[in-house]
């Protein structure tokens, strides 16, 4: 039962990295494996609860796979929850929670992201199971760096505002 965990302190505010990681259309442009995303559907309840269905295309080498999934944004706690629908799993969830830093660098967060999938054929899950592992090992690497280029690098805090704030650049 393969999974992956992982807590990162960022640059950015929470809000910004929420928005990021609700623009699925964008991830082919920098998401490791991801080859295509299709948008099918996206609705709003009456809370503001952003539900999306998306079709994202994989691959490594030869190796293509394309699967559906439902996303949940709950803008008001900083959460996203994604379901699996359709394609190669036989499960796959994943979470986003997003939380400012209180006392840290001004736009300071923290992102946690797990994924819990299983492939539905052993073969593939041999084949893309390690790539898939290695993939997010560098998934977070990715949305900062995009996170980045969209909102631009912070710069360096100075000597006299890292003492007030107690934070510094290599907090990150």
Not at 35 to 45: F, G, H, N, S
Not at 69 to 85: E, G, K, M, P, W
Request: glycine content about 6%.
């Amino acid at each position: 039962m393969p999974s992956f965990r992982t807590t990162r302190r960022v640059r950015h505010s929470a809000q910004n990295m929420f928005d990021l990681v609700t623009d699925v259309e964008a991830y082919p442009q920098f998401v490791p494996l991801c080859t295509a995303m299709r948008l099918r559907q996206r609705t709003r309840d009456a809370e503001g609860v952003e539900t999306l269905l998306a079709d994202m295309e994989v691959g490594y080498k030869a190796i293509r796979e394309r699967f559906t999934s439902r996303v949940v944004c709950d803008r008001a706690n900083l959460t996203i929850l994604v379901d699996y629908v359709d394609g190669p799993f036989s499960r796959m969830k994943n979470r986003w929670v997003f939380r400012d830093q209180p006392g840290a660098a001004r736009g300071a967060s923290t992102v946690e992201f797990f994924i819990d999938y299983e492939f539905k054929s052993r073969v593939l899950g041999l084949v893309m199971g390690s790539m898939f592992d290695t993939a997010f090992r560098r998934f977070s690497a990715a949305f900062e760096r995009r996170a980045d280029e969209v909102y631009g690098r912070p710069g360096v805090v100075s000597v006299a505002s890292a003492s007030k704030s107690s934070a510094t650049s290599t907090d990150f």
